[in-house]
Nanobody, 122 residues
Framework: QVQLVESGGGLVQAGGSLRLSCAAS????????MGWFRQAPGKEREFVAA????????DHADSVKGRFTISRDNAKNTVYLQMNSLKPEDTAVYYC???????????????WGQGTQVTVSS
């Protein structure tokens, strides 16, 4: 069982930066692939970024490549999403997720956090 709690969301102007954090509980955090998803009002939830359990492999959606970076610190049971050059279209609720394998993280996460709101003003 893994419990996830996101933090770090807020209101920022376009071009600004935010760093989201996701604190995980559970002794097996180090074995899970982790990911970030987002859902804007009136839209479906979409994949943002993923990272393998060792942190060696990462994947980012085309819409955020070069601007967002996912990372993890297994000693702290935490995964991060550094968001730079934010745009108004990045406004959404951001969710942290965990899956047993890297192959599952993009489509079949087993655990979800409650989400944190990110609002980017123009």
């Amino acid at each position: 069982q893994v419990q996830l709690v996101e933090s770090g969301g807020g209101l920022v102007q376009a071009g600004g930066s935010l760093r989201l954090s996701c604190a995980a509980s559970g002794r097996t955090f180090n074995s899970y692939a982790m990911g970030w998803f987002r859902q804007a009002p009136g839209k479906e939830r979409e994949f943002v970024a993923a990272i393998s359990w060792r942190g060696v492999n990462t994947d980012h959606a085309d819409s955020v490549k070069g601007r967002f970076t996912i990372s993890r610190d297994n000693a702290k049971n935490t995964v991060y999403l550094q968001m730079n050059s934010l745009k108004p279209e990045d406004t959404a609720v951001y969710y942290c997720a965990a899956a047993e394998t890297t192959a599952k993280i993009k489509r079949y996460p087993a655990y979800w956090g409650q989400g944190t709101q990110v609002t980017v003003s123009s």
